[in-house]
Nanobody
Framework: QVQLVESGGGSVQAGGSLRLSCVAS????????MAWFRQVPGKEREGVAG???????RYADFVEGRFTISRDNAKNTLYLQMISLKPEDTAMYYC?????????????????????WGQGTQVTVSS
């Protein structure tokens, strides 16, 4: 069965860096669009970065070049490298697999398009 397990979250000071990992099992990540989302209590889950099956990436505007999504096909693992972290980046971060991954389409950043989710990893950035 499909399983996604995130890790790598933690507490850092503003300006610091973290790398989140998401190990997938039950399927091959390179065959599906994947994305990272984040959520704070009381707010909707928002898309952070996505990577399509063919490797193209997209980012939310608020990323401003600070985050990089990537994957290691041999390890079946998705990553989110985050630098220059800000207090407003504090959230629970989730990886997810898109429900439908059409070849040559770009990954969605809308949570409604994703059907499999990990349990999340907490990122806390202090000022």
């Amino acid at each position: 069965q499909v399983q996604l397990v995130e890790s790598g979250g933690g507490s850092v000071q503003a300006g610091g860096s973290l790398r989140l990992s998401c190990v997938a099992s039950g399927y091959t990540i390179s065959s599906h669009h994947m994305a990272w989302f984040r959520q704070v209590p009381g707010k909707e889950r928002e898309g952070v970065a996505g990577i399509s099956a063919d490797g193209r990436t997209r980012y939310a505007d608020f990323v401003e070049g600070r985050f990089t999504i990537s994957r290691d096909n041999a390890k079946n693992t998705l990553y989110l490298q985050m630098i220059s972290l800000k207090p407003e980046d504090t959230a629970m971060y989730y990886c997810a697999r898109q429900r439908v991954s059409r070849w040559l389409s770009i990954a969605s950043l809308s949570s409604a398009d994703f059907s499999y989710w990990g349990q999340g990893t907490q990122v806390t950035v202090s000022s």
